[in-house]
């Protein structure tokens, strides 16, 4: 069974940075669109920055210049580098991709468990 299992969340001061990551776990075919969201309280979920099918990069412009998205080499794990964090960034963060669980299976989406990111002022 398909798994986002995500890390990295945590308390930090208003000008600080914070790492998240994000593994696939269990077995799949293929891996499309991986991307980072969050949800502050009272509010909808957003794209933060994600992976088209394409490759390319892509941002909100909340996070252009301060936020860079990554991933390792296998395309299993990627990562969210924050930096100059502000306390407009509080929210809990999620991580998504659609992935194919098997060969010649349409990609489905997938959403990790969530990991709070507090900033304080």
């Known amino acids: 069974q398909v798994q986002l299992v995500e890390s990295g969340g945590g308390l930090v001061q208003a000008g600080g940075s914070l790492r998240l990551s994000c593994a696939v776990s269990?077995?799949?075919?293929?891996?499309?669109?991986r991307g980072w969201y969050r949800q502050a309280p009272g509010k909808e979920r957003e794209l933060v920055a994600g992976?088209?099918?394409?490759?390319?990069?892509r941002y909100a412009d909340s996070a252009q210049g301060r936020f860079t998205i990554s991933r390792g080499n296998a395309g299993s794990a990627w990562y969210l580098q924050m930096d100059s964090l502000k306390p407009d960034d509080t929210a809990v963060y999620y991580c998504?991709?659609?992935?194919?669980?098997?060969?010649?299976?349409?990609?489905?989406?997938?959403w990790g468990q969530g990991t709070q990111v507090t900033v304080s002022s």
């Open positions: 998504n991709a659609d992935v194919s669980p098997k060969t010649g299976w349409h990609p489905a989406t997938y």
């Open positions: 269990g077995s799949y075919f293929g891996i499309y669109a």
């Open positions: 992976f088209t099918r394409d490759g390319s990069t």
